[in-house]
């Protein structure tokens, strides 16, 4: 099965999300804001209904889980979305699957890691992702999902 499925189906595409972002709303509301999570899905399901895509969201604390997804988006070659949180920094693991791509990642952030703490600077992901979006909190999501629709579905 190819990432739009049946013929005229919607394009899919996979928003991950890694370790601490199922705690939007409550985590660092100076950095990250105060909207939620549930706030975040349905802000990246409506803007994928209005973009033709069908947009499905997930996030976990486990970088194996991460790293098990982006396999998946891999094997299908479905488009991801993907904000690793702190594995963005270091996950060499999450890196290897994404350099296995076979349709558009782009790698997202909800603040400007280069305006951050000196560790934030360095993404062992941009090198290998179709593009990054990082400091315009929960709309770097839609510019995202606005990429992908307007990409070709070559990585």
């Known amino acids: 099965m190819s990432a739009h499925g049946e013929p005229g189906a919607p394009r899919r595409v996979l928003v991950l999300n890694g370790p601490n972002l199922g705690r939007l709303g409550k985590r660092e509301p100076s950095v990250y804001g105060s909207a939620t999570y549930a706030d975040l ?3 990246c399901e409506s803007s994928g209904e209005e973009l033709g895509l ?4 997930r996030q976990t ?3 194996g889980e991460l790293v098990t997804w ?3 988006a891999c094997d299908l ?3 991801v979305v993907l904000n690793a949180g702190a594995l963005t920094h270091y996950s060499y693991a999450l890196m290897d699957a994404v350099k296995m791509r076979t349709a558009p990642l782009v790698e997202v952030h ?3 890691i280069a305006a951050r703490e000196g560790f934030r600077h360095e993404s062992v992901l941009t090198p290998v992702a179709s593009g990054i979006i990082a400091g315009f909190g929960f709309q770097s999501y839609v510019l995202a999902l606005r990429a992908v629709a307007s990409s070709p579905d070559a990585p």
């Open 70 to 72: 982006v396999h998946e």
């Open 54 to 57: 069908a947009v499905e969201v």
């Open 61 to 63: 604390e486990y970088e």
């Open 77 to 79: 070659a479905v488009p």
């Open 41 to 43: 899905v349905a802000l």
């Open 110 to 112: 909800i603040s400007n």
